[in-house]
């Protein structure tokens, strides 16, 4: 319709080549020595040292038009104030020096009573592990040397100005003629930087690969009829975590007043026509715990049951949530900074899970044998964050997550008025509406006052059931090797074949991925306080009860019918010899 696009992002190769792409190889060599001291017959020590060194193999070229530029490292607390460190120079013609990391463990196994009825394990040691090599290869593929670094460009004025198709704003599927077309936003020279948008990344000079201590300690015990239980408590800390910053992120220019006084910014780049320069990091911030309890038991009539329950938590500053470095920082949620996000839930922190399973196999006829198992998993979905649905600190990026008042006083709401600027919702109903929200869920109502946690609330319970059935034929021939037919029949989610509501996932109707969203941000008024507006969208109607029945609708978990919460079956054949 020859309007204006909101965005327009495009990597190309120089002089009307492809773009090539980084073709890299790394490396990591190791050396690993273990000794095994048997201090007596019930005790065994474990001890060992793991060497580990990453190797990069590819020479990379650098950029005199990024060395050039002066970025911002961020900001420090000194003496409980924010500072800006600035001076910061990206340089992307040189790789992390090779270093060793050390990784020592020691594990022991304590037969208590020599008889393996008791059995005490455990270790304590740091292990090394990889990341996303793709985080990598973002420096040399958007250091302008190979092709065109990711230009991203958001800004109306030059989006305006771009000649897409022939004069026309219209969409064109051959990208490289508009390239072609904008000669001076879209450079064709080898180290030069478009004129606006340019997406740079970075390897910090000083980065390690990822690194945790972890300690764990279990029990297996032999309790009467045959049954086992089994205790383990698992708990890791961060040595050098993975986290990516933003250094062409401006300091903000001011604070919210009220109660939310959060930064803002009134410009959030540091050179304007970057779009942003990204630092792959690490930090020590974050941990995991958990705790699990199995009971076991085999049956002598061919039955055999399991039962078992985990506790976990574990706390990060990022779940580093996108496949490049620029989307995994900006997926990220904070209350203030995301070069600086707060300690929080991690988005992989199932707080209970409960997992177990019966089988019951029968032999007959001297060829045949049935085995029917039923399983069982039973956890939360996982975790959200509440968020507003647009950029409230104006950071360049809907990222943040909400303040939760305590009462009315603490939140600003402004008139909702429709696609034709006609108020149809006063700020007093969406405020008593919104205070009415925070009533029904928990956990806003467990922290009014406070700010909303990443991923600090919990999703809905889920529970499923899944069925096998494994059909044997056997003979030996008459030899002393035994030969099966095996049929089996697999039912996934059984339940919800037995019953449409059950094993059904379920999403919130404000989410947008794990971030539920129940208001827009309006506007700073002139007392330096946010305003906002309930999260709905604008028409040409003006009766309110439609926009508010539209929220109310929205504003609660709903039963999600997708081939995610459908039952399936699948069939197999096997020949065991």
Avoid: C
């Avoid at 040691?125 to 040399?140: A, D, E, R, S």
């Amino acid at each position: 319709d020859n309007k204006v696009p909101s965005i327009f992002a495009v990597t190309y190769g120089y002089n009307g080549n492809d773009a090539p792409g980084a073709e890299l190889t790394f490396g990591m060599a190791s050396a690993y020595v273990q000794d095994e001291w048997q201090i007596s017959k019930k005790f065994k020590l474990t001890y060992g040292l793991r060497a580990e060194m990453p190797l990069y193999h590819n020479k990379l070229e650098n950029n005199p038009a990024i060395s050039a530029l002066t970025f911002g490292d961020g900001w420090t607390t000194i003496d409980g104030n924010l500072t800006p460190s600035w001076a910061y120079k990206m340089d992307v013609g040189s790789w992390p020096k090779s270093k060793i990391q050390i990784s020592p463990r020691v594990g022991f196994n304590w037969d208590v009573k020599g008889d393996r009825s008791l059995q005490l394990r455990g270790g304590t040691g740091i292990f090394t592990g990889m990341l996303p090599f793709v985080w990598f290869t973002n420096q040399p593929t958007n250091s302008g040397m190979i092709q065109s670094v990711e230009t991203i460009i958001t800004n109306s004025t030059t989006l305006a100005s771009i000649n897409f198709n022939n004069g026309a704003l219209k969409f064109n599927p051959n990208f490289r003629q508009v390239v072609d077309n904008n000669p001076t936003i879209f450079n064709q020279n080898k180290g030069a930087l478009p004129s606006t948008g340019a997406s740079l990344a970075e390897v910090s000079k000083d980065f390690k690969m990822p690194q945790v201590w972890r300690t764990n300690i279990a029990m297996d015990l032999e309790l009467p009829s045959n049954m086992i239980l089994t205790l383990e408590a698992i708990y890791s800390k961060d040595i050098n975590a993975i986290t990516q910053k933003n250094v062409n992120l401006s300091y903000p220019q001011g604070n919210y007043a009220g109660a939310d006084t959060r930064p803002f910014w009134n410009t959030n780049k540091i050179n304007t026509n970057i779009g942003n320069a990204m630092v792959l990091s690490n930090t020590n911030k974050g941990y995991q715990a958990s705790f699990t309890a199995q009971l076991s038991k085999n049956f002598s009539n061919g039955f055999y049951g399991m039962i078992a329950y985990t506790y976990n938590i574990a706390k990060d500053v990022t779940a580093n949530p996108g496949s490049a470095a620029y989307s995994a920082w900006r997926a990220n949620t904070t209350t203030k900074f995301l070069n600086d996000p707060e300690l929080s839930y991690s988005n992989f922190s199932t707080p209970h899970r409960i997992v177990g399973n019966v089988s019951y196999k029968i032999e007959y006829a001297k060829h045949f044998a049935t085995t029917i198992s039923l399983y069982y998993s039973g956890s939360n979905q996982g975790r959200s964050s509440y968020t507003y649905s647009n950029d409230m600190n104006k950071d360049g990026q809907t990222a943040d997550l909400i303040y939760i008042p305590k009462d009315a006083s603490e939140i600003v709401f402004a008139d909702f008025k429709n696609k034709n600027g006609v108020v149809v919702l006063t700020a007093q109903e969406q405020s008593d509406r919104f205070m009415q929200y925070i009533e029904e869920t928990p956990y806003l109502r467990n922290n009014k006052g406070k700010y909303a946690e990443r991923y600090g609330d919990v999703q809905p319970w889920y529970n499923r059931f899944d069925m096998k059935i494994l059909q044997d034929l056997f003979t030996n021939f008459g030899s002393e090797r035994k030969y099966t037919l095996q049929l089996s029949l697999d039912i996934l989610n059984v339940g919800n074949l037995l019953n449409s509501n059950w094993g059904v996932y379920q999403t919130h109707g404000l989410g947008s991925y794990e971030n539920i969203r129940p208001l827009t941000f309006v506007t700073k008024g002139a007392d330096n306080k946010p305003q906002y507006n309930l999260f709905m969208t604008p028409t040409t109607e003006t009766n309110k009860d439609v926009y508010m029945n539209d929220f109310n609708k929205k504003a609660k978990w709903n039963n999600n019918l997708s081939t995610g919460s459908t039952w399936g079956m699948q069939l197999g054949i096997r020949f065991i010899f």
